[in-house]
């Protein structure tokens, strides 16, 4: 008999690079944590494949948020294109998962199932949620806060484990304020995580990636929209794929200790530092969101006291929660002690030795210098982009070059390309560039949407 919808939890483990020398009265302590999951996946319950058993939980709800405002009209295949694509993330959904389509426009609408409820994914409710789609029609303004209230309304009525948006604008966000914006992302964050995307070249990088960022999911730009549909899809193959929802990192501290910074490095840099809620004496939470097999690097600065010579100490104990059954992500462990998180088992140190070897404790991790440079790399793109685009070319060239030297010692092929498009590269090495006189704006954009793209270390 076939096992159906039969969750492979994954395991965690936390291996810590660093180097843990001080010299007498240092006080700065690095580390690179390497966080992984593996052993998750479905058994007997592929993408498309048989659906729950009666009583099983379904793993999953996904709202799939479509741009309809008038734009998407221009040209008509635009339109077109966003309900293939649609369409093919519905037919890459797993038997079993409760869905909805939300078309937006300066107000947020329903177009499947309706009634303010999901959908669950089967071969019947495929079929109907296309023939919605296909009466789906372009008209109107742009509020994307109103699309993502609605979603969060329709993915808390569903008793899953995982959560998760994707979302497409090919606009800008002209129909409500900035802080209209912020305050839905702040009511949003920790509820579900949500991919965003951009069509064409009219939309605001900055705020398809502040939305992405602010849900910790992916950004990026679609420019040519006969890509939608094959986009989508690997979005939705990597939603299916999440086992584990509201993962946190967290780091505790000695008494003395502070901590300085904590930032997602890999696969994207991500500034993780402003969003820690308190969880217990000296220990605080660091969001990460959904997981399946998957690697990511966090890279940590802890403040030590000073110490001198043959000192050791414990800096940072580092380890993976989730919250309690029954609890929520927003239920903090601030608001009880830390008892509302469970333990995944995984915990990795971070040590303070101090020495009178200059050697030692004047030689830098490779991890940690690397992702240094990755972190660098991913802000001197955006600040030269910025400074292009208010003319001030002698800084967006110095930056932009930087950009180039630092890709090129990182054997970070992929952004070096992008960089290619927007500078003619002279000497990588020494990040001598000119930028180019004529620049696709989809080349621009692609830059500035992939900048905190990272590489691992070259082994």
């Keep these: 008999m076939a096992n159906f919808a039969k969750p492979n939890v994954p395991q965690f483990s936390v291996d810590v690079y660093q180097n843990e020398y001080l010299p007498e009265g240092g006080r700065e302590v690095n580390a690179v944590v390497t966080v992984t999951a593996t052993g998750g996946g479905t058994i007997g319950c592929a993408v498309g494949g048989p659906g729950l058993l009666p009583g099983q939980r ?35 959904l797993r038997d079993g998962t409760h869905f909805a389509v939300i078309g937006g426009t300066h107000v947020a609408k329903e177009v499947y199932p309706g009634g303010g ?85 009219d939309w605001e990088v900055k705020e398809v990636t502040g939305i992405a960022s602010a849900l910790l999911g992916t950004a990026d730009i679609v420019a040519d929209p006969a890509g939608l549909a094959a986009d989508f899809t690997r979005m939705m193959e990597t939603a299916m794929g999440k086992e584990v929802a509201d993962v ?78 029954g609890g929520t992500a ?47 790399l991913a802000q001197a793109i955006q600040q030269g982009i910025d400074l292009r685009k208010a003319g001030d070319i002698d800084g967006a060239t110095a930056k932009l070059g930087r950009a180039v030297q630092l890709a090129n010692a990182s054997g970070n092929a992929d952004t070096a390309k992008l960089l290619a498009k927007v500078v003619d590269v002279v000497d990588a090495a020494t990040g001598t560039v000119r930028l180019k006189t004529k620049v696709a704006e989809a080349d621009e954009m692609t830059l500035e949407t992939r900048s905190t793209k990272t590489v691992r270390v070259k082994k």
């Design 58 to 92: 379904s793993a999953a709800a996904v709202a799939i948020m479509v741009d309809c405002s008038g734009s998407m009209d221009y040209p008509p295949t635009k339109m077109r294109n966003a309900r293939d694509a649609t369409v093919a993330a519905i037919d890459t």
């Design 117 to 201: 409820r999901l959908a669950v994914a089967g071969t019947a409710t495929r079929e109907q949620a296309k023939q919605a789609l296909r009466r789906l029609g372009a008209g109107g303004g742009t509020a994307i806060g109103t699309w993502l209230r609605l979603a969060d309304r329709l993915l808390s009525s569903a008793d899953v484990a995982i959560r998760h948006g994707i979302l497409l604008t090919d606009g800008r966000n002209e129909h409500e304020s900035p802080e209209d914006l912020r305050a839905t992302l702040d009511a949003c964050a920790g509820r579900f995580t949500c991919d965003a995307r951009g069509v064409g070249t």
């Design 248 to 325: 946190s990192l967290r780091v505790w501290t000695p008494v003395g200790a502070a901590i300085r910074f904590v930032k997602q490095v890999a696969p994207t840099v991500e500034d993780l530092t402003g969003r820690r809620t308190e969880a217990g004496p000296r220990a605080g939470d660091y969001p990460t969101g959904s997981w399946g097999d998957e690697s990511r690097d966090y890279h940590l600065c802890v403040e030590v006291p000073a110490a001198g010579i043959g000192q050791e100490m414990l800096a940072a104990r580092v380890s993976l929660v989730v919250p309690q059954p």
């Design 330 to 376: 927003r239920s903090s462990a601030a608001e009880s002690g830390g008892g509302s998180a469970q333990n995944l088992g995984a915990q990795g140190l971070v040590r303070a030795v101090w020495t009178d070897d200059m050697v030692a404790s004047t030689s830098i991790n490779p991890q940690v210098a690397h992702y240094t440079g990755q972190a660098e």
